[in-house]
């Protein structure tokens, strides 16, 4: 009678083992459950990327609808998604600020110089288009540490008031704005204009759909 719980307990273990596996083979990788969603962005004060002298802060991102998107020259997976981006502030107005970050600079040790930032980053961007209103350079990360970013590209949805409604891992492409973002972000759009009862149709153009 002792020996039972000796069987029991790798029985139990392999279970579990199997439900995490099962769970696992049906989740969502770019769904993550973000420490940073419902609340406010972390304090912040940082440069324009192209006008140094400029400084934003959390206060910048107030009083519309904003996406931040995460990226650098560096994130091939930016560069392909920057065409649709460009679409969708052009086509629907939504408003992108960049947050950059630079993988080869060092502001310690000065690896690469800002002019070649600036110059690096303005050739992509009249490459693949400019979706952005403005970039804020996170020059040590510390930025894009406080909202768990692991990677680029990623995008945090902010509603009127600044805070992270939404946490996306990965491109925007025409399926994730279609089914994901954009009818989220329409729905914040309406809120901030004070539209109430507003009822999101995936087989309508209130999907936020471009080009159609």
Known sequence: ???APLVVIPLVLFSMLVIFLFQGLFSDPRELDSQV???PLPEFALPDLMEPDTTYTPESLK???TIVNVWGVWCVTCAVEMPYLTQLKNELGVKFVGLYFDQDLDPDFGTKTLTRVQQEVTSMLRRYGNPYAFNIFDVYRD???D???TGAPEHFVLDANGVIRMHHIGDINERV??????PLYQQLVAEANGETNIVVDSDTDDT???GE
């Open 143 to 145: 930025t894009s540490l």
């Open 63 to 65: 009083g519309e609808v």
């Open 208 to 210: 936020g759909r471009v």
């Open 37 to 39: 969603k419902g609340k």
């Open 177 to 182: 704005w279609q089914n994901k973002v954009g």
């Open 147 to 149: 909202l768990g970013v």
């Open 1 to 3: 009678m002792k020996k």
